[in-house]
């Protein structure tokens, strides 16, 4: 028996937040995060009460947050994708495994990881992220050069993918020690 759209609703509310960690973990923009949220809570609204349990609706939503992620992202085409599948796989299967990535278990890799970067590497990603500003008023305010910018928004987007991968393979090895 389905679980009903109310049931369906009230978990997407109860787990908005780590959806919301997980969307911006693909699509690093405040904005398109709040666009796929609300595409993900039409979907819940439209079909997630078909669900059988709210274990499957976990899944689903999570799924469909990330295609609908990717989705923005190819879309924008102005943002890279900020972690890789593998780092995405690794997220999903926690949370598919009722692991449910523990309450900001990956803003706390994400922030620990930040915390790793050059001072210079944390103002950029702050500047980009923080203060929502594009690699050309990055540049400015830097005196750099508007590819020097991108490039190493890049760089730092794979060095915090490696290093908040590795920090969840961490956890999960001492979890299941």
């Known amino acids: 028996m389905p679980i009903g759209t109310n049931v369906a609703v009230s978990v997407m509310m109860r787990e908005r937040k780590r959806l919301e960690g997980f969307v911006w973990s693909i699509v690093g923009d405040r904005n398109l995060v ?11 609204v439209q079909k997630g009460g ?14 469909s947050a990330r295609f609908k992620s990717l989705a923005a992202i190819r879309t924008k085409r102005r943002f890279p994708q900020l ?3 593998a780092v995405l796989d690794q997220i999903e299967a926690r949370w598919k495994n009722n692991e449910s990535l523990k309450e900001g278990s990956a803003a706390n890799a994400l922030h620990k990881c930040i ?22 008023e990055i540049a400015k305010i830097l005196s750099r050069k508007v590819s020097a910018i991108y490039k190493a928004i890049v760089r730092i987007h794979k060095q915090l993918a490696q290093c908040v991968k590795g920090q969840l393979a961490e956890e999960a090895s001492i979890s299941h020690e």
Do not use: H, K
């Open 115 to 136: 915390a790793r970067l050059t001072e210079n590497n944390r103002r950029i990603i702050t500047l980009r992220y923080g203060d929502d500003l594009r690699s050309s």
């Open 34 to 44: 709040e666009d796929v949220m609300q595409e993900v809570a039409l979907l819940v």
């Open 50 to 63: 078909q669900l059988p349990d709210e274990a499957r609706l976990s899944v689903w939503m999570l799924r």
């Open 83 to 85: 972690f890789d599948d």
